[in-house]
């Protein structure tokens, strides 16, 4: 699968590799060109994954706020409703299409 904005591939990985969780796909963050993200200061903490690290996305000198998400540390005890450990995984919404 893959996650693109403004026609850039900015993630991809196999399906398999990837978690989906609430209707989001989640990639590894091997498969995320984290040079295309920065860290956002945006604070969110959900209450049975925990506190989210938000990220502004650059695409040829465009930026999108906040389009990137991870939990760099999830409370453990989500790790039994999503099936596995999904530390720093990475989703995306807005302009990022998740395709296959």
């Given at each position: 699968?893959?996650?693109?904005?403004?026609?850039?591939?900015?993630?991809?990985?196999?399906?398999?590799?990837?978690?989906?969780?609430?209707?989001?796909?989640?990639?590894?963050?091997?498969?995320?060109?984290?040079?295309?993200?920065?860290?956002?200061?945006?604070?969110?903490?959900?209450p049975?994954?925990?506190?989210?690290?938000?990220?502004?996305?650059?695409?040829?000198?465009?930026?999108?706020?906040?389009?990137?998400?991870?939990?760099?540390?999830?409370?453990?005890?989500?790790?039994?409703?999503?099936?596995?450990d999904?530390?720093n995984?990475?989703?995306?919404?807005?302009?990022?299409?998740?395709?296959?």
């Open positions: 699968m893959k996650a693109v904005v403004n026609g850039t591939v900015i993630a991809e990985a196999p399906k398999e590799d990837l978690i989906s969780i609430e209707g989001n796909w989640y990639f590894p963050p091997s498969s995320v060109k984290t040079e295309l993200l920065e860290k956002s200061p945006t604070p969110y903490r959900c049975w994954k925990g506190d989210t690290q938000y990220f502004t996305i650059t695409v040829d000198g465009k930026q999108f706020p906040d389009r990137a998400w991870s939990y760099p540390e999830p409370l453990p005890t989500s790790f039994d409703r999503v099936g596995k999904y530390s995984y990475v989703a995306f919404w807005k302009e990022v299409q998740v395709t296959d």
